[in-house]
T-cell receptor
Framework: GAGVSQSPSNKVTEKGKDVELRCDPI?????LYWYRQSLGQGLEFLIY????????KSGLPSDRFSAERTGGSVSTLTIQRTQQEDSAVYLC????????????????FGPGTRLLVL | EDQVTQSPEALRLQEGESSSLNCSYT??????LFWYRQDPGKGPEFLFT???AGEEKEKERLKATLTKKESFLHITAPKPEDSATYLC????????????FGTGTQLKVEL
């Protein structure tokens, strides 16, 4: 079956512009995650969705970052007024329903969106 | 603060030369340790999940083990196609569902 898909695969933007990154999870996966991977850094958690709700937004670095999920499927990560330090690979992952306190479900990752802010 | 440290940062092996990658962790409570493989320009590909000390899992030339402080990814008789960055991540008690990643070990296997 199809894996996690992300678009665009690459995005070049100018400082101060807004960008939208899209994630299409594996069919049937109710949990969705956004991570950021900067050069030389490990993957950094941004936000987690269970269905359309985001119970954990603790990783969003500033109020310029927001995300939404509709229909329990596609998610969009929006970065407003982009800065050069936002340049990174943005990775989306999905899993079966993640139960707090239960065995952790495996997260499957998409190919990422490479964002370059000039 | 939960921490995951991987070593070495980079490793170069000859084809057939077995070795191990290390992932040490300091966490409040471990709910799962994950190994992923990442090829250049691609997203991480899931390899293994380990839940408790003493657990071992194998897949082809790879074997993952777990103790109370660290995990090892053993690579037996590696081939050039095993070249990739190997990432370790943990899910911790009270940490919700997020994964905390190490910075990875970049492995290159040469003929």
């Amino acid at each position: 079956g199809a894996g996690v898909s992300q678009s665009p695969s690459n995005k070049v933007t100018e400082k101060g512009k807004d960008v939208e990154l899209r994630c299409d999870p594996i069919s049937g996966h109710t949990a969705l995650y956004w991570y950021r991977q900067s050069l030389g850094q490990g993957l950094e958690f941004l936000i987690y969705f269970q269905g359309n709700s985001a119970p954990d937004k603790s990783g969003l670095p500033s109020d310029r970052f927001s995300a939404e999920r509709t229909g329990g499927s596609v998610s969009t990560l929006t970065i407003q007024r982009t800065q050069q330090e936002d340049s990174a690979v943005y990775l989306c992952a999905s899993s079966l329903k993640a139960l707090n306190g239960g065995a952790p479900e495996t997260q499957y990752f998409g190919p990422g969106t490479r964002l370059l802010v000039l | 603060e939960d921490q995951v440290t991987q070593s070495p940062e980079a490793l170069r092996l000859q084809e057939g030369e077995s070795s191990s990658l290390n992932c040490s962790y300091t966490v409040s409570g471990l709910r799962g340790l994950f190994w992923y493989r990442q090829d250049p320009g691609k997203g991480p590909e899931f390899l293994f999940t380990l839940y408790s000390a003493g657990e071992e899992k194998e897949k082809e030339r790879l074997k993952a083990t777990l103790t109370k402080k660290e995990s090892f990814l053993h690579i037996t008789a590696p081939k050039p196609e095993d070249s990739a960055t190997y990432l370790c991540a943990v899910r911790v008690t009270g940490g919700g569902n997020k994964l905390t990643f190490g910075t990875g070990t970049q492995l290159k296997v040469e003929l």
